[in-house]
């Protein structure tokens, strides 16, 4: 017992510390109107919530978190989906999978390990919007015009899609890869046996063995949707801009907190956050409960 | 002879496989390559912009350069501080990491192994931290991390602006997926070889380190892979923690702040330079580690 207690002080007292109390803490700031470093905090009961029902930028932000909670997975998991099964073509390719699959594997998986901030600076410089950004340069020479895909404020929030498509869809594919690996061959022998082709075999083996793995992919780019920042922080003209047409809850709880010195109103925001992670979740596992197949 | 059959049956047998797959699998490749070519292109081509010239930049983006121009890179490391911006990441990932994991594997080995009143609530108090978002913390936790800097003797090494002070909320916010999974880890493991260390008279704390981390090697090895990309990688947390010092600041801030102070007299030749810079590294690891680092990356997702 004196070895257990000596073994867990050190690692809970830093989790108190830095993790729960600054989280108990959040939750009575955002009752507070605490504004600027050396003020002190005055109890205003639900005032920031209020404030929040009214505040424009904010329900543009919450609008963009949610587009993202929609597309993000979808697209990803779709994609992923797509180049897995390619990859092991439908898994009757056996562990190997189709010639060069490690090649791909190991390059779409790439984006995965680099930061989310360099990605943003990358993309920065990909989408310029004259003949010096990457893609604009093609378009550019074919006779189109240019596109702004970070100053056009109805395709800024795309571009973010489509930056953050293109990091995930690796991990998953690897994901996808390894699931469709573990389902035995001999369901794939059976099905082929039966006459099924390609397609009735995705459908009808392939997704509902994978069905588990699905499920987790879509509860983690959902989380990613909802704590988008740095791509954003990073990439967008203005952080969150143009004219507020890419900012998200992350961003506008940063810019409140160290830039405007709200820190209850930020916090605030923190918990309606809170509580969008939370719904989230609890939908995603409930939409997706369904009988496990065991194999 | 029958090896030599064998072999030639198995290469007909590949070959007849790819004979039949033969227009199915053209289009396969295609569609696979075209992602290849989403991911590899926007990389390369920031290597290539790395050693243009400010005009060739500013000219036409698929345009190769026409000298290779390293001096970019020797700007970006000392001018940008690009290079100081690594050693720091270097330091601060490398304390982190390690107290990560021998906090994380301590906590994990106790909590799946030494069932007691309450190990339950605490086990489950580290796994809570998963569900929450780290913004609704931020506010509150710049202001902890002040007041650590105010504690007598160790304040100053742990406060805000020091690497100390992050190096501690990283260990601290990488607890929960870390003990979450080696929990799960140590559980599986057998127990008979700690009993047999045990009636050999070694101390708990002994067979922990001697017995029970060396068989949980394959999960320390995953969960080390992904914290270190993880606290790597970290932007929002030095943002907040690291404000005001720029020689502190970690490799991800630095890449982010040339790109932000970019105008018109900018050096954007030395910008691609140094995130070509923040790019090599990785690539290089992840050439060496790649099949280390799947692994580690999607392993909370294979449970």
């Known amino acids: ?295 | 002879m029958a090896d030599a059959a064998v072999a030639r049956s198995r290469s007909y047998a590949r070959r007849e496989r790819r004979r039949r797959l033969g227009p199915l699998s053209v289009l396969t490749h295609a569609a696979l390559m075209v992602w290849t070519v989403l991911v590899v292109v926007p990389i390369v081509w920031t290597f290539l912009a790395s050693v243009k010239s400010e005009d060739e930049i500013f000219g036409d983006a698929w345009s190769l350069p026409a000298t290779v121009r390293l001096d970019n890179w020797a700007r970006a490391w000392e001018q940008a501080n690009v290079g100081q911006y690594m050693i720091n990441s270097v330091i601060v990932v490398a304390c982190s990491t390690f107290g990560t994991m021998l906090l994380g594997s301590m906590a994990a080995y106790v909590l799946a192994r030494y069932p007691f009143r309450g190990s339950r609530a605490i086990y489950l108090l580290f796994v809570s931290g998963l569900a929450f978002p780290v913004y609704l913390a931020l506010t509150p936790l710049f202001f902890v991390v002040q007041n650590m800097g105010g504690v007598p003797v160790i304040g100053p090494f742990i406060g805000l602006n020091t690497h100390g002070g992050l190096i501690l909320v990283y260990i601290a916010y990488s607890l929960p997926f870390t003990v979450f999974f080696l929990a799960a880890f140590f559980r599986t493991l057998p127990g008979a070889v700690a009993e047999a260390a045990f009636v050999d008279g070694a101390s708990h704390t002994r067979v922990f380190f001697q017995v029970m981390l060396p068989m949980a090697r394959p999960g320390i090895i995953s969960v080390t892979v992904f914290n270190i990309l993880g606290q790597w990688n970290q932007y929002q947390l030095p943002l907040v923690l690291l404000t005001s010092v720029k020689d502190k600041w970690v490799l991800t801030q630095g890449i982010a702040e040339i790109s932000a102070d970019a105008g018109y007299d900018a050096d954007w030749a030395a910008l691609f330079a140094a995130l070509s810079m923040a790019i090599l590294p990785m690539l290089v690891v992840y050439v060496i580690f790649q099949s280390q680092i799947q692994k580690g990356l999607t392993a909370g997702a294979l449970k």
């Open chain 1, 1 to 295: 017992m004196r070895f257990a207690v000596g073994f867990l002080v050190l690692p809970v007292t830093l989790y108190v510390i830095y993790v729960i109390a600054p989280y108990a803490q959040a939750f009575s700031i955002a009752l507070t109107n605490w504004r600027g470093v050396n003020a002190s905090p005055r109890f205003v009961g639900l005032e920031n919530f209020r404030r929040l029902l009214e505040d424009t930028v904010f329900w543009k932000a919450v609008g963009h978190n949610l587009l993202l909670l929609v597309l993000l997975p979808v697209l990803t998991l779709v994609i992923a989906l797509f180049f897995a099964f390619l990859l092991n073509a439908g898994g009757r390719g056996g562990a190997g999978g189709v010639w060069g699959s490690r090649f791909y594997r190991v390059v779409f998986f790439f984006p995965q390990v680099l930061a989310i901030a360099v990605i943003a600076v990358l993309f920065q410089q990909v989408f310029r919007p004259d003949r010096s950004g990457m893609l604009n340069a093609p378009l550019i020479a074919m006779g189109f015009e240019p596109i702004g895909f970070l100053s056009d404020t109805d395709i800024a929030l795309w571009s973010i899609l489509g930056v953050l498509v293109w990091q995930a869809v690796g991990f998953y594919v690897v994901l996808f890869s390894a699931g469709i690996a573990s389902i035995p061959r001999e369901l794939f022998e059976a099905a082929a046996i039966d006459g099924a082709g390609g397609p009735p075999m995705f459908f009808r083996i392939t997704l509902p063995l994978l069905w588990d793995t699905i499920q987790v992919g879509w509860v983690y780019l959902g989380i990613i949707a909802l704590d988008v920042f740095a791509i954003v922080w990073v990439m967008t003209p203005e952080q969150g801009g143009p004219d507020y047409s890419t900012t998200v809850m992350a961003a506008e709880i940063y810019r409140n907190a160290f830039e405007y010195s709200k820190f209850g109103y930020a916090s605030a925001m923190g918990v309606v956050l809170f509580f969008f992670t939370i719904g989230f979740a609890a939908l995603a596992l409930r939409l997706s409960r369904r009988e496990r197949i065991e194999f």
